[in-house]
């Protein structure tokens, strides 16, 4: 069953222009991870949280933790029309990784 | 790009007839997975392995088949097609059990089944 869920699920900039992407999840975790996905290809993988971690950095991804809202966010700086894709969250399972349904983005150059 | 490849990229094909994805990664990896995704929508589970010998079900119940007879291989099966099994597949893999692992994905397969 899926346990992160993105928010918005459609998202539409201008180039140039941040993108945020929020995740809430129902049980704790140990770590969180986003990953990216172009049209018609596999995922990803973005940047991993630690769940003793409050925000992170890469290049121009900021990653977030809220671990009592149980939430993360994803912001992209500076968007670029290469940046369209959909972008998933992920929560470490039983036995597995949990993908949510994922944010449509969509940056119009 | 990750290591990890699938086969075929697009697969069209009548019901009824048996099909096999293929997935390989050169990696080394142990563990390895099966999802199946409908466009724009969530990644859902159907198989995964811990290593040689190795296969579970996932939360998605599946008419699928999968086998691991090799650490780098995990071809996976359906006896017989259906337009229900049309879907885009993914295999990814990860180099440990742990559910923390970050997985790597294949390009996927599309499959029609008419």
């Known amino acids: 069953s899926q346990q992160g869920e993105e928010d918005p699920q459609a998202l539409s900039i201008q180039e140039g222009e941040n993108a945020t992407m929020n995740c809430s999840y129902k049980?704790?975790?140990?770590?969180l991870q986003w990953y990216r996905q172009n049209s018609g290809r596999g995922l990803v993988h973005l940047i991993l949280?630690?769940?003793?971690?409050r925000e992170k950095h890469s290049g121009r991804l900021r990653v977030t933790l809220d671990t009592s809202k149980k939430s993360s966010s994803l912001l992209i700086t500076a968007s670029r029309a290469a940046d369209t894709a959909s972008y998933f969250c992920?929560?470490?399972?039983?036995?597995?990784?949990?993908f949510g349904a994922g944010t449509r983005l969509t940056v119009k150059p | 790009e990750a290591d990890i490849y699938q086969t075929p990229r697009y697969l069209v094909i009548g019901t009824g007839k048996k099909i096999t994805l293929e997935c390989s990664q050169t990696?080394?990896?142990?563990?390895m997975y099966w999802y199946q995704q409908d466009p724009g929508m969530e990644l859902h589970l159907i198989h995964y392995?811990?290593?040689?010998?190795?296969?579970e079900k996932g939360d998605l119940s599946s008419e699928s088949t999968v086998s691991r007879i090799r650490t780098e291989h995990f071809p996976l099966t359906l006896e017989s097609a259906r337009p229900s099994h049309t879907s885009q597949y993914l295999c990814?893999?990860?180099?440990?059990?742990?559910?923390?692992?970050?997985?790597?994905f294949g390009p996927g397969t599309r499959l029609t089944v008419l």
């Open positions: 392995s811990y290593g040689v010998n190795s296969t």
């Open positions: 992920a929560t470490d399972g039983e036995h597995d990784m949990r």
């Open positions: 990696m080394g990896h142990d563990k």
């Open positions: 990814a893999s990860s180099e440990s059990g742990f559910p923390t692992d970050t997985q790597y």
């Open positions: 049980t704790s975790i140990n770590n």
């Open positions: 949280i630690r769940s003793n971690e």
